[in-house]
């Protein structure tokens, strides 16, 4: 048997499978295009309805949104939350990394000098239901609050230290990996958000900027 | 092979005489996760049946160019796009319902309720006959779901639908909303149904069989021959 006729062979048992992929993916790429504005949206509304909880204090119509690159020149946004009066009082910073089964979308709270974590939410996971997405669990999520921003945070079985959580027991990895998570975010954009902060303690509003921009 | 059930008769067979849950036993890792309370449970129930019927229905539509070795793998890229696109559709148009359902809509994909009616009929049907089955199947997944989450959700937070059905004084039954309850439900309406479907089976026995005996009666010994060979 020739070469050709053995691909022509292929074709004939495949193609109803070769074109089904195609046309699938097409139709998957179009809802994937139509919708994702609106999913993305949600994710927004919802950042926005956790905010308050992140930083003590921070108004949810005050808050601005800032696009920054991270240290490796990435793009990266971020919310800049004010109080009442409109004065700046915290970061919130969205982080995703892999997780146990798929990734893992984090939100963190900062202080604005960086100095302490003011609190983290779990807003997207796909975790094992009954094990892994126990990360979403308050308790679990409230550990964070409080931990020193600049030294990396380490995930332990029992007796935590001052910069270490407990993992819940069947979800090691999830909470590991949600650690890991936030180490690497907080790495990465730590310079960044203090240039920022030094530039809006200096006078300069953001939001001027930004209208600027417009 | 021989026609089988018409699409009237398969439409109907889903809903209770072959029911997927009741009868099949089949689908039962959304029947225990999702029925805590009926609104997950409906949702599931509408994303499955969307899954259910897209699936059948292509699948019935290209039935006459599926390679036997290659038929699963067809089924599982048909049944696997289906689920993907209710996934991002619950994700843009109900976000709080995608979340409280979580993996639970990717895995609608495993589900074998869905790759074993289109192994079933739809490989083998027209698409009438084949979309027919997907909806009394989706009906009767439908009822399996929503019967388990009643209990649950008005016996474990006195609610039905979010409405408060019970009066307050009502001790909610913590275990009902969790594991333990679903599976505890689950057995008590299979036994239920079972027992109500062998009480009508006995019932019909003694509704035909005096008929029969009269037949019998009337018959000659080939008759009882016929009637016997029939039975068989």
């Not at chain 1, 609106?38 to 949810?60: D, F, H, S, W």
């Not at chain 1, 690159?69 to 009066?85: K, L």
């Not at chain 2, 275990?175 to 333990?180: A, G, H, K, T, W």
């Amino acid at each position: 048997m020739t070469r050709k006729t053995k691909i022509l062979g292929y074709l004939q048992q495949a193609w109803l499978v070769l074109v089904l992929a195609c046309a699938y993916g097409g139709a998957l790429a179009g809802v994937q295009i139509s919708l994702s504005p609106r999913i993305a949206e949600n994710r927004r509304q919802e950042t926005y309805r956790i905010i308050p909880q992140l930083v003590p204090g921070a108004e949810q119509e005050q808050t601005v949104e800032l696009s920054i690159s991270d240290r490796h020149g990435n793009p990266a946004r971020v919310y800049q939350t004010r109080d009442a009066e409109g004065q700046p009082n915290g970061w919130v910073v969205p982080a995703k990394g892999p997780g146990f089964a798929d990734d893992i979308g984090l939100l963190i709270g900062l202080d604005p000098p960086l100095n302490k974590i003011t609190g983290m939410y779990v807003l997207d996971q796909r975790e094992t239901p009954g094990l892994g997405d126990f990360i979403r669990d308050a308790d679990f999520q409230r550990q964070f609050r409080g931990k020193a921003a600049d030294t990396p945070i380490e995930a332990v079985k029992a007796d935590p230290g001052e910069q270490q959580i407990t993992v819940l027991s069947g979800a090691t990895v999830s909470s590991s990996s949600v650690c890991e998570i936030v180490n690497t975010a907080l790495a990465n954009l730590r310079e960044p958000l203090l240039q920022e902060w030094a530039r809006a303690s200096a006078g300069a509003d953001p939001r001027d900027e930004a209208e600027a921009a417009w | 092979m021989a026609n089988g059930p018409t699409a009237s008769e398969r439409f109907l067979n889903g809903i209770l005489p072959e029911n997927p849950v009741y009868r099949q036993l089949l689908g039962m890792c959304p029947v225990l996760a999702v029925t805590a309370a009926m609104l997950p449970a409906l949702t599931m129930a509408a994303a499955t049946a969307f899954v259910l019927i897209s699936a059948n229905g292509i699948i019935s539509l290209i039935r006459g160019q599926l390679r036997p070795h290659l038929r699963i793998l067809v089924f599982t890229l048909t049944i696997a796009t289906f689920v993907t696109i209710a996934d991002r559709f619950l994700a843009a148009y109900l976000y709080e319902m995608s979340k409280v359902l979580g993996p639970y809509v990717p895995l609608i994909i495993v589900n074998c309720l869905i790759i074993s009616r289109c192994e079933i009929c739809a490989s083998k049907q027209s698409v009438r006959v084949a979309v027919a089955d997907a909806v009394g199947m989706s009906l009767g997944f439908t009822l399996a779901l929503t019967s388990i989450a009643t209990v649950r959700e008005i016996l474990g937070s006195g609610s039905w639908l979010g409405i408060r059905v019970l009066p307050e004084a009502w001790p909610n039954w913590g275990i009902m909303v969790l594991p333990p309850g679903a599976f505890l439900v689950l057995g008590l309406l299979l036994a239920a149904v079972e027992w109500w479907g062998q009480w009508r089976a006995q019932r019909m026995d003694y509704a035909v069989a005096p008929a029969m005996r009269g037949q019998q009666a009337q018959a000659t010994g080939e008759g009882m021959e016929e009637a016997n060979s029939w039975k068989a």
